[in-house]
């Protein structure tokens, strides 16, 4: 079955460091594989996606199918950056996504 | 344009009351969807629907039903609140299919007790 683990349920980094947060996955066949953000008081948003290869507010995501990891980068961390990220990828049984359970950024001044 | 408008925002029930969550859109997309959200879990698909008429069920779709007799509406109904069923209910659109980007609502928070 499809599955998404993101390993850190905090992140704590100070403001100008860099950022990486982890995703892994498990699925059958060359899956698309999304970033959403939920900053504090806001909806869940979509911030990029591995097919686009866009670098989205300074972050970008490279699709490593050997390691099977989706990881989320940063070179300098903001403090607007301080949010709630969700890995997420196609169900497969279903025509929906399936969620990692989240990751808690927080970036110190 | 509002998105994704889901009502209530909060809900306190009682053990095997019924109810329904609303959730509307603007955006003209045929795709919609729910899901759950328990703390310290990821969102799991419910229900979904790829037009009016047409609903299937996602990962949790035990004690809820869904409609869709319109574009805009994807109502979901708890048909005899269980504890169990406590969590953030979001919805979501997407003007092409479920495992493509979706928008999101704020999110209904339903107790149950």
């Known amino acids: 079955a499809q599955r998404v683990t993101q390993p850190e349920k905090l992140l704590s980094v100070f403001k100008g460091a860099p950022v990486e947060l982890k995703c892994n996955y498990s699925y059958s066949g060359s899956p698309e594989l999304f970033w959403y953000v939920q900053y504090s008081r806001q909806r869940l948003q979509l911030l990029l996606r591995h097919i686009s290869r866009e670098s989205i507010k300074g972050f970008t995501a490279d699709l490593n199918k050997g390691e099977t990891s989706f990881h989320l980068k940063k070179p300098f961390a903001q403090e607007e950056d301080s949010a709630m990220y969700y890995c997420a990828l196609p169900i497969g049984g279903a025509d929906g996504l399936t969620f990692g359970k989240g990751t808690h950024l927080i970036i110190q001044p | 344009n509002a998105g994704v408008t889901q009502t209530p925002k909060f809900q306190v029930l009682k053990t095997g009351q019924s109810m329904t969550l609303q959730c509307a859109q603007d955006?003209?997309?045929?795709?919609m969807s729910w899901y759950r959200q328990d703390p310290g879990m990821g969102l799991r698909l419910i229900h979904y629907?790829?037009?009016?008429?047409?609903?299937d069920q996602g990962e949790v779709p035990n004690g809820y039903n869904v409609s869709r007799s319109t574009t805009e509406d994807f109502p979901l109904r708890l048909l005899s609140a269980a504890p169990s069923q406590t969590s953030v209910y979001f919805c979501a659109s997407s003007g092409n299919r479920g495992n493509q980007p979706q928008h999101f609502g704020d999110g209904t928070r339903l107790s149950i007790l």
């Open positions: 955006m003209n997309h045929e795709y």
């Open positions: 629907s790829v037009g009016a008429g047409i609903t």
